[in-house]
C-alpha cells in the first residue's frame, strides 16, 4: 500500500512539474512574440537592433528552463525553428530587415541534452570570398532563414534557406550543414555533381518575382525553378532574373545532390509551401522575409 502511495505521489509531482514547466515556456514565449513583433515593426534601425539583441537575451534564457528543447514555440511566427531529422539538434533562424533594402541574420544550434549547448552564428555575408566556393563557420556564415532540413549522410544535412538580400533582388540557398563525430560545425560540403568546385547552391532574382525551391519527399529530390535574366544582355544583373516556367532538380543518391534538368514538377504547392514563397518589396511596415 505504501509503494502505492509512494508511485502516485511520485506521479503527481512530475505531472505538477511538467505543468509548471509548460506555464513557464508559455510564458518566456509570450515575451519572445512581443520582441519580435518589435524586430519587424518598430521604425527605424536602431530600435529594431536593440529589440533584436533583447530577443536574443530572452531565447537564451528561455532555453535553459528543463526541457526547453522538446518546447515548440509554436506561436512564434517570425522565427523559424527546425529539428533535425533525426532529433538531435534543431537549428533557429531570423533576419532583421534594415531600411536601405539588406538584411541581417541570427541564428543558432541548440543540441539535445541535459544542460543547455548552443553554436551561435554570426553573419558575415558581405565579407565572404568566393561563396558559391567556400566552406564556412558559424563565425563566418552566410546567413540565411532556414525553411528545411533534409537528412543526406551520417555528418550532413541539406538546409532549404530564403535570403533577402539587396533592396532589388533575393536569393534561395541550398546550404550544407556538417556536424564531425568531434562536434564541430561548418558550412558547405562538395556534393553538387553539377559543379565540383560548389559547396552550396545559390539563387539570384529580383524582389518582384516568387522563386519555387521545396523538398519533394516522395521522390527524395529537391525541386526548383530554373531561374534566367529577362534577357541575355541582362546577364548578372540579378534585378532583372526570374524563373522561366522550367524547373531543375538534384536528386539525393550516394550522399550526393545529383543534378537533373528540366523535370516535371510532382510536388503540388501547399499552404505550407505558400509560407516560403517571397514577399513583394513591403510598401510600407518592413517584416520578416519567410513570412
Avoid at 163 to 170: M, P, R
Amino acid at each position: 500500500m505504501k509503494q502505492l502511495l509512494s508511485l502516485a505521489l511520485f506521479a503527481f509531482c512530475t505531472l505538477a512539474a511538467s505543468a509548471q514547466n509548460m506555464a513557464k515556456m508559455n510564458a518566456w514565449q509570450d515575451s519572445l512574440i512581443l520582441l519580435s513583433n518589435q524586430m519587424y515593426n518598430s521604425a527605424s534601425d536602431a530600435e529594431r537592433m536593440d529589440s533584436n539583441f533583447k530577443f536574443v537575451k530572452t531565447l537564451v534564457s528561455s532555453l535553459k528552463e528543463t526541457n526547453a528543447f522538446f518546447y515548440g514555440f509554436q506561436q512564434l511566427k517570425n522565427i523559424s525553428i527546425l529539428n533535425s531529422p533525426d532529433n538531435a539538434f534543431r537549428i533557429f533562424s531570423w533576419n532583421i530587415p534594415l531600411e536601405d533594402g539588406s538584411y541581417l541574420y541570427y541564428g543558432s544550434i541548440q543540441y539535445q541534452g541535459a544542460t543547455l549547448k548552443l553554436t551561435p552564428f554570426l553573419d558575415k555575408t558581405f565579407e565572404i570570398k568566393a561563396v558559391d566556393t567556400a566552406t564556412l563557420q558559424p563565425n563566418n556564415w552566410y546567413g540565411a532563414q532556414y525553411y528545411d532540413i533534409i537528412k543526406l549522410s551520417a555528418q550532413h544535412y541539406i538546409l532549404l534557406g530564403w535570403k533577402g538580400h539587396h533592396a532589388d533582388y533575393s536569393k534561395k540557398i541550398i546550404e550544407i550543414l556538417a556536424l564531425s563525430p568531434q562536434g564541430e560545425v561548418s558550412f558547405g560540403a562538395p556534393v553538387f555533381t553539377d559543379n565540383p568546385e560548389a559547396r552550396r547552391k545559390i539563387f539570384s532574382y529580383t524582389k518582384q518575382a516568387s522563386m519555387y525551391l521545396q523538398y519533394n519527399r516522395n521522390l527524395n529530390r529537391i525541386e526548383f525553378d530554373h531561374i534566367v535574366p529577362a534577357d541575355p544582355s541582362l546577364k548578372m544583373n540579378y534585378k532583372y532574373y526570374g524563373p522561366d516556367l522550367t524547373f531543375d532538380g538534384y536528386r539525393i543518391k550516394d550522399n550526393k545532390l545529383d543534378f537533373i534538368e528540366n523535370i516535371n514538377l510532382q510536388n503540388e504547392y501547399s499552404g505550407s509551401d505558400k509560407e516560403y514563397l517571397d514577399p513583394i518589396q513591403p510598401k510600407s511596415k518592413l517584416k520578416s522575409g519567410i513570412k
